[in-house]
T-cell receptor, first 114, second 110 residues
Framework: DADVTQTPRNRITKTGKRIMLECSQTKGHDRMYWYRQDPGLGLRLIYYSFDVKDINKGEISDGYSVSRQAQAKFSLSLESAIPNQTALYFC?????????????FGSGTRLTVV | KNEVEQSPQNLTAQEGEFITINCSYSVGISALHWLQQHPGGGIVSLFMLSSGKKKHGRLIATINIQEKHSSLHITASHPRDSAVYICAVRSYGATNKLIFGTGTLLAVQP
């Protein structure tokens, strides 16, 4: 099994629908992150969490919410999906300071909002 | 202007060629990472640098902190090297995350 598992891998949804992307990890890392990737843009941070009680907004959190259900699970929700949320979404974990330890990435979720 | 810029955005090479991908950044950093993203989407870490040079197989990464510049070199390139190469930095002003460049799409033709 992968260290960081994202589900689903692909999803097509309609405008206005609520959708949840899930991430689970077996690394035992406290730090978890959600990023989105768009063509021509670098990975942009949506939310990050350092433990179950510590949730922080990233640079593009509007329209998204998260839940840290356990150390191993970090879910991203789109409350009312819109077409410009069509993107590739990545979950990542880190053992500590990402400068020192870097990230372990999931395989990504390709989301299309029609 | 992005804090992390990569060049070129796209690169096509013939098998066997020596390849250089560049990364420039505008912030003070404590570390720089090079990552690889294959067409299937998964992202893996290649190097973490805070100074000098690192080598792994045919890949070499260098960093010049004073010039705020890093390069990733691939020697004897091979079609399996085709991927997106991403530079990311850990800045002193944003210690909880990495800041990513937009990536360089490399295609190595046989």
């Amino acid at each position: 099994d992968a260290d960081v598992t994202q589900t689903p891998r692909n999803r097509i949804t309609k405008t206005g629908k609520r959708i949840m992307l899930e991430c689970s990890q077996t690394k035992g890392h406290d730090r978890m992150y959600w990023y989105r990737q768009d063509p021509g843009l670098g990975l942009r941070l949506i939310y990050y969490s350092f433990d179950v009680k510590d949730i922080n907004k990233g640079e593009i959190s509007d329209g998204y919410s998260v839940s840290r259900q356990a150390q191993a699970k970090f879910s991203l929700s789109l409350e009312s999906a819109i077409p410009n949320q069509t993107a590739l979404y990545f979950c990542a974990t880190s053992e500590g300071d990402p400068g020192r330890y870097g990230y372990t990435f999931g395989s990504g979720t390709r989301l299309t909002v029609v | 202007k992005n804090e992390v810029e990569q060049s070129p955005q796209n690169l096509t090479a013939q098998e066997g060629e020596f390849i250089t991908i560049n990364c420039s950044y505008s912030v003070g950093i404590s570390a720089l990472h090079w990552l690889q993203q294959h067409p299937g989407g998964g992202i893996v870490s290649l190097f973490m640098l805070s100074s000098g040079k690192k080598k792994h197989g045919r890949l070499i990464a260098t960093i010049n902190i004073q010039e705020k510049h890093s390069s990733l070199h691939i020697t004897a390139s091979h079609p399996r090297d085709s991927a997106v190469y991403i530079c990311a930095v850990r800045s002193y002003g944003a210690t909880n995350k990495l800041i990513f460049g937009t990536g360089t799409l490399l295609a190595v033709q046989p």
